[in-house]
């Protein structure tokens, strides 16, 4: 399974942008797509995940509201799409799968089997 993330880039406070995650190989047993992002000097936290199946949708608090993760199963694509974006929100943003699903650890990025390569977010001031 491979997974590459796109559409980061600048934007100003309160502007929006939207990531895309193509994922190539996916199996039925693939359970979910998450995003996470890592900001500099700091550890990679929870975004949002969603299940390809229901779905079932979560987001980290600092995001409810704002950001919308979203999947097309036809087309294997997760999406994140970003409003009212904030300074704080500058992060590289990582797309990730999992082939097993388990809420208590949806937020855990060592629970994600593959990875793809980051897109960069930075949010002007």
């Known amino acids: 399974v491979q997974l590459q993330a796109s559409g980061g880039g600048l934007v100003q406070a309160g502007g929006s942008l939207r990531l895309s995650c193509a994922v190539s190989?996916?199996?039925?047993?693939?359970?979910?797509v998450g995003w996470f992002r890592q900001a500099p000097g700091k550890e990679r936290e929870f975004v949002a995940a969603?299940?390809?199946?229901?779905?079932?949708?979560y987001y980290a608090d600092s995001v409810k509201g704002r950001f919308t993760i979203s999947r097309d199963n036809a087309k294997n694509t997760g999406n994140l799409q970003m409003n009212s974006l904030k300074p704080e929100d500058t992060a590289v943003y990582y797309c990730?799968?999992?082939?097993?699903?388990?809420?208590?650890?949806?937020?855990?990025?060592?629970?994600?089997?593959?990875w793809g390569r980051g897109t960069l977010v930075t949010v002007s001031s």
């Open positions: 190989g996916r199996t039925f047993s693939s359970s979910a």
């Open positions: 990730a799968g999992r082939n097993t699903f388990q809420p208590a650890t949806i937020q855990r990025a060592s629970a994600y089997n593959y």
């Open positions: 969603i299940t390809w199946s229901g779905p079932s949708i």
